[in-house]
Nanobody, 125 residues
Framework: QLVEFGGGSEQPGGSLRLSCSAS????????VAWFRQAPGKEREGVAV????????NYADSVKGRFTISRDRTKNTLLLQLNSLRPEDTGMYYC?????????????????????WGQGTQVTVS
């Protein structure tokens, strides 16, 4: 089970820090990612820590502003959101590939992630 925390309302240019805690699964070694979904739009990959090698990758729209990381001591996935824009508004979900099905090079696609959190809302206005 995954549970996200840290969403809220922020002004443009502000920052938020999202966290995703896990029970029953490990976030410290598998492919894990953050996705977001704006109203009326498809869910899109925002940031991922991919395996092997703990490779970080980001959607072009958030590069240089968002940072994904793991806290191995707490089995938690983090997403630091800086320089927020109104278009960052949406429900943010963490996702976990516990079966090793996420394709190499396609880690920001939804395919392969089998465990999802319930989401946390981020509103920038």
């Amino acid at each position: 089970q995954l549970v996200e925390f840290g969403g809220g309302s922020e002004q443009p240019g502000g920052s938020l820090r999202l966290s995703c805690s896990a029970s029953g699964v490990s976030l410290i070694s598998d492919c894990v990612a953050w996705f977001r979904q704006a109203p009326g739009k498809e869910r899109e990959g925002v940031a991922v820590i991919a395996t092997p090698g703990d490779r970080s990758n980001y959607a072009d729209s958030v590069k240089g502003r968002f940072t994904i990381s793991r806290d191995r001591t707490k089995n938690t996935l983090l997403l630091q959101l800086n320089s927020l824009r109104p278009e960052d508004t949406g429900m943010y979900y963490c996702a976990h590939d516990s079966l090793g099905r996420v394709r190499y090079g396609a880690e920001l696609a939804r395919t392969g992630y089998n465990i999802w959190g319930q989401g946390t809302q981020v509103t920038v206005s």
